[in-house]
Structures are given as C-alpha cells and as structure tokens.
T-cell receptor, first 113, second 117 residues
Framework: GENVEQHPSTLSVQEGDSAVIKCTYSDSASNYFPWYKQELGKRPQLIIDIRSNVGEKKDQRIAVTLNKTAKHFSLHITETQPEDSAVYFC????????????FGSGTQLTVLP | SAVISQKPSRDICQRGTSLTIQCQVDSQVTMMFWYRQQPGQSLTLIATANQGSEATYESGFVIDKFPISRPNLTFSTLTVSNMSPEDSSIYLCSGETSGDGAAGELFFGEGSRLTVL
C-alpha cells in the first residue's frame, strides 16, 4: 500500500517568515495530494490540494508543489501569522479506483510573534 | 461542502464494554470512512463504510472489533467492541463528495474522544 513520509515533525518560524513542509509518497500511480490543517482539539480541515496533472497550485498565502518524478510534494506558507500555528498533515490517494487517503505523520508548525 | 456531525463527542468507558459512535452527514456523500487518531499522532484509516453492505477494513482492523453500519448515504455508525485501554483514542468519521469518479475533498466530523478505564 501507499506510504507517505512527512518532515519536519516540528517547525518554528518567526511571524512573517515562510514555512515549508515536505512529503514523499511511494506509489507512483498516486494522483491526488491534499493538505489538512488541524488546530488543537479541532477536526482536520482541507486547506489546499493538487492533482497529478498539475505541478503547482496557489491560494493566497498557501501554495503546493508536486514533483511526480521524484514522488514528493510540498506545502509553502508565506507571510506566516500566529493563526497559522497548527498541525499540518499531507496525504495521498493511490492510483486507480482507490479513494482512501493515506496521511503523513504531521508537522507541528509554531509561528512566533 | 458537507457538514458532518458525530456523537458522542467524548465518553469515558469501562473496560470490556462497547460503544457505538454515530455519524450524520447533512448531504449525500459518495464515500464514508472511519479514522482513528491517537493523541499527538496522525490519522489511521480503520475502514470504508459501504452503503448497504459490509465495510472494507484496513490491515490491523477487523469487523468483530469495529463493526460498522451504513444504512444510507448520509449515516454511519462505528462500534468499538470489548474495549480496552488501548482503544482510548479519537475516532473520526469522514465523508467524500466527488461527482467525477476521482478522489475528492474529504470532510471530517468533530471526532469522538474515547477514554477507556
């Protein structure tokens, strides 16, 4: 089955700086890569996603890049704010008819004011 | 987007008992899944809840321990049977809406935090 590795496990940045979280996946047929943000005690919420036919996607301060050859994808957050502090999970869906998400181990992002 | 409600939101249970978690979606979803999240950990898929048929379980999870029902497109239940302290966790219901056959956005319920004494 699919294996997703995520790093770093913790990341601290100064407010206004950028943050980058990286993930690798094992199944070359994987075709969907969402990112979820989970605040303490809350449910995971989708913040951005990318499909395998696209190399990059942006939504305001958030962007995701995908390198299919290397089988890795990254989350980029620019101009970080304290409210960006949360745990971020990457995930992937295997190729074919599979619909189940395999999640990475998570990154605790702390934005220092 | 779909809104998913779960209950109970939390419970404290005695060893050896069973608890059923209910999940209600405010609109029809194509797929429903149940995840487990240990404190400070990632999400692990327990099973896919199939409407009108037996759930599809992931490796390490079995029907006798985690029976699942999905009688229609908006409702599912997960039972944690014969609980032990190792079952203490957050259980999350999720639903996916996709109209084109490809994987779509996954929405999560608020989670049910179970503590087994």
């Amino acid at each position: 089955g699919e294996n997703v590795e995520q790093h770093p496990s913790t990341l601290s940045v100064q407010e206004g700086d950028s943050a980058v979280i990286k993930c690798t996946y094992s199944d070359s047929a994987s075709n969907y890569f969402p990112w979820y943000k989970q605040e303490l005690g809350k449910r995971p919420q989708l913040i951005i996603d990318i499909r395998s036919n696209v190399g990059e996607k942006k939504d305001q301060r958030i962007a995701v890049t995908l390198n299919k050859t290397a089988k890795h994808f990254s989350l980029h957050i620019t101009e970080t704010q304290p409210e960006d502090s949360a745990v971020y999970f990457c995930a992937s869906v295997e190729g074919g008819s599979a619909r189940q998400l395999t999640f990475g181990s998570g990154t605790q992002l702390t934005v220092l004011p | 987007s779909a809104v998913i409600s779960q209950k109970p939101s939390r419970d404290i249970c005695q060893r050896g008992t069973s608890l059923t978690i209910q999940c209600q979606v405010d609109s029809q979803v194509t797929m429903m899944f149940w995840y487990r999240q240990q404190p400070g950990q990632s999400l692990t898929l327990i099973a896919t809840a199939n409407q009108g048929s037996e759930a599809t379980y992931e490796s390490g999870f079995v029907i006798d321990k985690f029976p699942i029902s999905r009688p229609n497109l908006t409702f599912s239940t997960l039972t944690v049977s014969n609980m032990s302290p190792e079952d203490s966790s957050i259980y999350l219901c999720s639903g996916e809406t996709s109209g084109d056959g490809a994987a779509g956005e996954l929405f999560f319920g608020e989670g049910s935090r179970l503590t087994v004494l």
